[in-house]
């Protein structure tokens, strides 16, 4: 049965029990990446100590059973996303590895010059980069999406500029810097009225909210291992089976061939087709390893908790002079804010002396703290294991820093 038990819950991170500069650590930087359940580190040690071998490489027991695990986790991650297909699940090493394998490959061959690009304005740079380069190899434009001053998609514009020239919406589906939950049902409704394929980038929204690509109807769908509570390097594309089989492969080597010679190679079928040379089978065993952990968590309950503890935060800091909260959402697990006058990273600085770690700067979102008119900022993101004493210590010590500046 489902349980949520702040105290159980924060025995299973070992690395939220250290100091950091003489005091115990306050993690409030998890949209960055999350720290790690045991049941995650012990998945990867296990496996090094155990099953570990090369996978479809099946010659041995111990290839057989890594093959077998490997398989399963793809399986986890299906399920945990719902997609339809098992083969519709691609290995990456994280989310921007997922978002350049759709540019070049589903993207690259299909815009043609003038084909359009709709990019939202609050992206992540992953979300952004990679559709400048492939607009630069094709001929095809990034339009933009703008934002309104409370930091939401302006969708009177979105709807104004998307036509017949849209090929692709790239959008996210909550933003790193805001919380900014974007409408992306009604865009991914409205931009295949017009034939347009949807990139959605779940970075940041598969950890606080339960995904359902089928009920989406999302064209691609990508995250990073790392942001829920697995390790760095395993990451997720999904994408509708039509789609994925008719891109051409993007990397070469070995696993996503049929058959290889000098005269000309024949490519393997979904999933292989996208994962040339051997994969991070630990980290895949690792991630399956972090969804079953958090589905046996009351969500509801972790959401409640991560909220209560947000308007405590919010609440402790309001009085600070000339601090401002910027383009805040209302159920967002992060918000970032400013004070006036101050520079972000010299208040980091000063937190973090106090063992508190939060993120500052532009948060690779440079359009959109352009936008702003930001600089930086500072920003608070919070998860299950964060405890009413994290904030009380953040609010403490932001209020040294704002008065010792
Ligand atoms: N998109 C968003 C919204 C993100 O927050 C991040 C990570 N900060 C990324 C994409 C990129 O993820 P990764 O670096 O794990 O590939």
């Not at 996210?172 to 991914?188: L, Y």
């Not at 006036?340 to 703290?369: E, F, Y």
Request: aromatic share 6%.
């Amino acid at each position: 049965t489902a349980q949520f038990d702040i105290n159980q819950i924060r025995q299973q991170f070992p690395a939220l029990a250290q100091d950091c500069n003489g005091q115990p650590l306050v993690y409030l930087d998890s949209a960055a990446t999350t720290q790690k359940p045991k049941i995650v580190i012990e998945t990867i040690q296990q496996y090094y100590s155990g099953h570990n071998a090369n996978v479809h490489r099946g010659s041995h027991t111990l290839t057989a059973a890594a093959t077998v695990q490997f398989e399963r986790a793809r399986s986890t991650v299906q399920q945990f996303i719902n997609a339809e297909h098992h083969k519709e699940i691609i290995w990456t090493r994280g989310a921007t590895e997922a978002l350049n394998l759709i540019a070049q490959t589903y993207a690259r061959q299909t815009l043609e010059p003038g084909d359009e690009i709709l990019v939202s304005e609050l992206e992540h740079h992953a979300n952004i980069v990679p559709w400048q380069i492939v607009a630069e190899q094709t001929g095809a434009k990034i339009v933009k999406i703008p934002m309104t001053a409370d930091c939401r998609l302006d969708m009177d514009a979105f709807h104004q500029r998307l036509g017949s020239r849209t090929k692709i919406v790239a959008v996210a589906h909550i933003t790193n810097v805001t919380g900014t939950r974007n409408p992306i049902e009604e865009m991914i409704a409205a931009a295949h009225q017009y034939g347009a394929v949807t990139v959605v980038d779940g970075a940041q929204a598969v950890a606080h909210e339960k995904v359902d690509v089928q009920a989406l109807n999302a064209d691609f769908y990508v995250f990073s291992g790392h942001k829920i509570f697995a390790p760095a390097g395993i990451g997720i594309l999904y994408g509708k089976k039509a789609l994925l089989e008719a891109m051409p492969p993007w990397h070469g080597g070995g696993k996503m061939v049929e058959k290889v010679s000098f005269e000309g190679t024949t490519f393997s079928a979904l999933p292989g087709k996208f994962e040339a040379g051997t994969p991070n089978v630990a980290g895949s065993l690792a991630l399956a390893a972090a969804i079953d952990w958090l589905g046996k968590l009351d969500h509801l309950a972790a959401e409640h908790h991560i909220h209560q503890l947000r308007q405590q935060a919010l609440e402790g800091i309001k009085d600070i002079e000339d601090l401002r909260v910027v383009g805040l959402q209302p159920d967002a697990s992060l918000f970032s804010f400013v004070v006036d006058g101050v520079h972000h990273q010299d208040i980091a600085t000063l937190l973090d002396q106090q063992g508190i770690a939060l993120r500052a700067g532009h948060h690779c979102a440079h359009p959109m703290l352009d936008a702003l008119g930001l600089a930086g900022t500072l920003r608070v993101s919070l998860a299950l294991y964060n405890t009413e004493q994290d904030v009380e210590r953040f609010i403490a010590a932001l209020h040294k820093a704002c008065s010792m500046l």
